[in-house]
């Protein structure tokens, strides 16, 4: 009988994938990979609202909460632990949790999927409140945990996204926005780590992304907000700040290391020549968002 979940049939294109070797094994799985892509561009216009919903939340002193169990917890985590780095967030501002808690990461407590009391305990432990955003991910959309998580959400008034591969998933139900992904069969059936999981970070790097900028994290695409705790990041900083006052790497390198690599501040106070206390202020006035302050200087 044919599963109703599309991601637990059997895929006819792999199902001799036993008896291929290896440069067949990963043409057969590259070939169902670049289906994914076309999949999450379908689910566009949902993504799109569910940016809305969390850029609106992070502007009201929301956080956004990611919750789900194995893979799909496991990708959360992912993407909420690069905000820090990548537009120097406070790290309680995103946030991974998985069923089963930080053991489950490396090691798989798939049961705990099935757990209502383990998603109490979570809502509960997190303190959500209603500038906050739950984004659940589930291939199935089926779990215990996350219907439970996102039905507690919806029940305390705070804005619910979920994200699957089943169109009927019971995580619609408590959902103000559902991203359905259509993957399809996986390459070996039911191992939804594969295109369904990549769906999932495809997704979830855009949710991050986009509300990122939205929010002023960025200016055009650079990265201005970066914490640059290495030397990889420290270079990307003083290219950042050269390239937007056009000045020499030198001078960037120079203001950046008196200003603690604030690439935002450094920018100001190169080019506008104002201290870096009268950048602060601007900043501040006009929500740490440069094109604002660039608007009112220019």
């Known amino acids: 009988m044919t599963d109703t979940i599309s991601t637990e049939n059997l895929n006819k294109n792999t199902e001799n994938i036993d008896l291929a070797d290896s440069l067949g094994i990963v043409t057969l799985i590259n070939n169902e990979d670049l289906k994914v892509a076309l999949a999450v561009q379908k689910a566009l216009p949902q993504i799109a609202q569910a940016v809305d919903i969390i ?37 309680s501002m995103v946030q991974g949790i998985i069923a089963g808690g930080d053991a489950a990461i490396k090691t798989a407590a798939e049961g705990a999927e099935d757990s209502i009391e383990l998603a ?38 705070s804005k619910t996204i979920s994200i699957s591969s089943n169109k009927n998933a019971k995580m619609k139900e408590f959902s103000d926005c559902f991203i359905f992904v259509d993957t399809g069969a996986e390459a070996i059936s039911g191992s939804t780590r594969m295109k369904a999981g990549t769906a999932q970070k495809m997704i979830l790097n855009m949710l991050t992304t986009a509300s990122m900028v939205k929010i002023g994290k960025t200016y055009k695409n650079y990265m201005i907000d970066v914490k ?35 690439v935002k501040n450094s920018i100001l106070q190169i080019k506008y020549n104002i201290t870096s ?9 006009n929500n740490g968002i440069l094109r604002k302050v660039f608007a009112a200087l220019d």
């Open 55 to 91: 850029s609106n939340n992070f502007q009201n002193g929301g956080r956004l909460l990611y919750f789900g169990a194995g893979t799909s917890g496991r990708l959360g985590i992912l993407d909420a632990s690069e905000c820090p780095p990548t537009f120097n967030t406070d790290p």
């Open 120 to 157: 109490k305990k979570d809502f509960s432990d997190k303190e959500i409140t209603k500038n906050d955003t739950v984004v659940c991910i589930s291939a199935s959309g089926n779990a215990n945990y996350v219907v439970k998580i996102l039905e507690l959400a919806k029940t305390n008034g």
């Open 228 to 262: 640059a705790t290495n030397d990889k990041l420290k270079n990307r900083a003083v290219r950042i700040v050269s390239a937007i006052t056009k000045c020499s790497g030198e001078q960037a390198q120079k203001i950046l290391t008196l200003n603690n690599y604030d």
């Open 277 to 285: 206390q009268k950048a602060s202020e601007l900043l501040e006035q």
